[in-house]
């Protein structure tokens, strides 16, 4: 069960049986565990929802997002739970491409018209017919929750905290056939208000008309896709091949 307390001089929240945290004015967070609570869990929400209540109150713009570096620049993947970000960045991870984040990355608007998109933390949490989809046992890889069977798969290997100028950025969607379609900037705006980290921390303890502004800014700097793929394990080669074929194409 969540407990939740905001408050002007910040914002705390607990976790039965793993921890309470305390979030002050997007510069301190305090931890403290419960009796034999699980380190993974405690790390779990000190790097989710604490870390995205600093940011917040920062007036800081994290996405909810999976993003993966190509040709110089970043390429950002969206969607609702499920949609298969983690799949995909995992799998474009296999193509040789740098994995950036796989669950929240940082979005900074630029006064010269651009956007700078900060890594999140290297790994990617799979569930077991995406392991099994890419012959990855599960056997030494930590559960992403004890009570969960999803698993993080680490790749520290080449992971770099500098940021990288935002290209483009997918909404993810399910469908019978694999399409990227491009959005309207009104759509593309939609898409960044919607998939904002912890969307409802803005109202509590950020700032609404500076998140605005930032997604606006955003919006008007980068190119925003739908990108539908099949639910189907069998058929995710083929839409990986157009994902691989469109950044190259809209990058050169």
């Known amino acids: 069960m969540v407990k939740t307390s905001f408050g002007s001089d910040g914002f705390e929240f607990g976790i039965d049986y793993v921890a309470r945290y305390r979030v002050e004015e997007g510069r301190s967070i305090d931890v403290h565990p419960f009796h034999r609570a699980e380190p993974g869990e405690v790390r779990l929400f000190l790097l989710g929802s604490a870390m995205g209540a600093a940011l917040h109150q920062r007036a ?24 298969g970000k983690s799949t995909l960045a995992a799998a474009l991870h296999r193509r040789g491409l740098r994995v950036l984040s796989d669950d929240t ?34 056997d030494g890889l930590q559960r992403d929750q004890s009570r969960i069977e999803r698993f993080q798969l680490s790749l ?56 605005l502004r930032q997604c606006s800014a955003v919006a008007a700097s980068i190119a925003g896709f739908r ?9 995710f080669d083929g839409v990986l091949e157009q994902v691989l074929a469109h950044m190259q194409a809209s990058g050169e």
């Open 156 to 211: 520290i290997d080449g992971f770099r905290t500098d940021p990288m100028p935002m290209r483009h950025l997918y909404v993810l969607t399910r469908g019978t056939a694999a399409s990227i379609e491009p959005l309207s900037p009104r759509e593309t705006l939609a898409a960044l208000i919607d998939h904002t980290y912890r969307p409802g921390f803005v109202r509590r303890m950020g700032e609404p008309a500076e998140h």
């Open 105 to 138: 990355g940082l979005l900074a608007p630029q006064a010269g018209g651009t956007t700078l998109y900060y890594p999140g933390f290297p790994r990617v949490k799979l569930w077991p017919d995406a392991l099994d989809h890419f012959g990855i046992h599960s």
């Open 227 to 235: 990108l539908v793929r099949p639910w189907d394990l069998a058929a």
């Open 60 to 83: 800081a713009l994290p996405l909810h997002a999976c993003a993966v570096a190509m040709g110089g620049a970043a390429h950002v993947f969206c969607g609702e739970s499920g949609a």
